[in-house]
């Protein structure tokens, strides 16, 4: 019964390799995000996507690319991973209705990733 | 360039106490707020939010209080339990674009029992 789920929890490789993490979300909601947290614990958008738009943070590097297969799910794939790419990377779901409640978006637990 | 700012890392308060945690922000698009609190190995967990076109909102022991002016929010938990230690973010979102949150780098509140 969770609501937005990532897996792995704990992913550590090695440089230069390619890496995905995926996430899912069985809230019904029809935006989902990928965030970075950095070592300053700082929180900061990569990427926001719906089924009509994906809207890239321009600091984000190409090697970084989301896949939704469906509306349930955002895949965060990696290539060429580097040392900078450690942190922890959270997906997260909302609902673009109007109103209040468009804003509030449900996070998942969180990607540990750790490029040796 | 981060456009919301939490300038207290941490905050320590008494059981029973109130605790206030701060936010100021410098985007003037900024017209809905929101806090975080988030435990270790969780993602953040949505508190409490406020539009621009209030100056305050309240839920049980959390309210949240803006002050457009200021471009500045803070958020009072009272009575303040030990359950509340975490680390608070403070959100914020303009009205267009991609929904976009910008979260601040967030306070450690540690309630002592």
């Known amino acids: 019964d969770t609501a937005v789920s990532q897996t792995p929890k704990y992913l550590v490789t090695q440089m230069g390799n390619d890496k995905s993490i995926k996430c899912e979300q069985n809230?019904?909601?029809?935006?989902m995000y990928w965030y970075k947290q950095d070592s300053k614990k700082f929180l900061k958008i990569m990427f926001s996507?719906?089924?009509?738009?994906?809207?890239i943070n321009e600091t984000v590097p190409n090697r970084f690319s989301p896949k939704s297969p469906d509306k349930a799910h955002l895949n965060l794939h990696i290539n060429s991973l580097e040392l900078g790419d450690s942190a922890v990377y959270f997906c997260a779901s909302s609902l673009r209705l109007a109103g209040a409640r468009s804003y509030e978006q449900y996070f998942g637990p969180g990607t540990r990733l750790t490029v040796t | 360039d981060q456009q919301v700012k939490q300038n207290s890392p941490s905050l320590s308060v008494q059981e029973g106490r109130i605790s206030i945690l701060n936010c100021d922000y410098t985007n003037s698009m900024f017209d809905y707020f929101l806090w975080y609190k988030k435990y270790p190995a969780e993602g953040p967990t949505f508190l409490i939010s406020i539009s621009s076109i209030k100056d305050k909102n309240e839920d049980g022991r959390f309210t949240v209080f803006l002050n457009k002016s200021a471009k500045h929010l803070s958020l009072h938990i009272v009575p303040s339990q030990p359950g509340d230690s975490a680390v608070y973010f403070c959100a914020a979102s303009e009205e267009t674009g991609a929904n976009n949150l910008f979260f601040g780098t967030g306070t450690r509140l540690t309630v002592i029992p």
């Open positions: 809230l019904g909601h029809d935006t």
């Open positions: 996507y719906n089924n009509k738009e994906l809207i």
